[in-house]
T-cell receptor, first 119, second 114 residues
Framework: GAVVSQHPSRVICKSGTSVKIECRSL??????MFWYRQFPKQSLMLMATSNEGSKATYEQGVEKDKFLINHASLTLSTLTVTSAHPEDSSFYIC???????????????FGPGTRLTVT | DQQVKQNSPSLSVQEGRISILNCDYTNSMFDYFLWYKKYPAEGPTFLIS???IKDKNEDGRFTVFLNKSAKHLSLHIVPSQPGDSAVYFC?????????????WGAGTKLIIKP
């Protein structure tokens, strides 16, 4: 139980375009979803926290107008990187927590990640 | 200031022996601790967790020990297997955070030698 999928797994886009990444909880209802970014050889950096039906809470230094997060249902959250630039190239990972199905409220279950490359 | 610290960037262990990964924390409000395993270019995988009301939790080859007075926890893997080679992250959450946001350590790269 507690499976999270993420799509796409890999995307290459041109500078100035926007990219949408989807995160789905497959067998539980995700009360809260989190979006992380990981730079090479570094730990996970939390970008934002979102609760279903509410606006996302962004961490300090993360531009909310650049990284648009939508959490419209209990099983789906999306991250849109708007007007992408090469410095946005990174590994983006979502996670979800919930209390239904196979999920425990304390634990976050992670998607497989999305490798974004902006050329 | 790092609230969760993993002071060993890497650890090398012989296959079949015990791997011990350490984690220290500073925030006394943390009440739940988790260990995740991560392979390159993949999302972290939840391994094992422990509540602050316990001092030990065991699941198969994995055991987590919590020493609240020392603000220290450790993950024991025995016996270590080649597939255990990965980066291990320690994380903690605080009771006052309704979102159970996790505070992460920097990770320890475990290498299991054949």
């Amino acid at each position: 139980g507690a499976v999270v999928s993420q799509h796409p797994s890999r995307v290459i886009c041109k500078s100035g375009t926007s990219v949408k990444i989807e995160c789905r909880s497959l067998d539980f209802q995700a009360t809260t979803m989190f979006w992380y970014r990981q730079f090479p050889k570094q730990s996970l950096m939390l970008m934002a926290t979102s609760n279903e039906g509410s606006k996302a809470t962004y961490e300090q230094g993360v531009e909310k107008d650049k990284f648009l997060i939508n959490h419209a249902s209990l099983t789906l959250s999306t991250l849109t990187v708007t007007s992408a630039h090469p410095e946005d190239s990174s590994f983006y990972i979502c996670s979800a927590r919930g209390t239904s199905g196979g999920a425990s409220s304390h634990e976050q279950y992670f998607g497989p990640g999305t490798r974004l490359t902006v050329t | 200031d790092q609230q969760v610290k993993q002071n060993s960037p890497s650890l090398s262990v012989q296959e079949g022996r015990i791997s011990i990964l350490n984690c220290d924390y500073t925030n006394s409000m943390f009440d739940y601790f988790l260990w995740y395993k991560k392979y390159p270019a993949e999302g972290p995988t939840f391994l094992i967790s422990i509540s602050s009301i316990k001092d030990k939790n065991e699941d198969g080859r994995f055991t987590v020990f919590l020493n609240k007075s020392a603000k220290h926890l450790s993950l024991h893997i025995v016996p270590s297997q080649p597939g255990d080679s990965a980066v291990y992250f320690c994380a903690a959450s605080a009771r006052e955070d309704s979102n159970y946001q996790l505070i992460w350590g920097a990770g320890t790269k475990l290498i299991i030698k054949p």
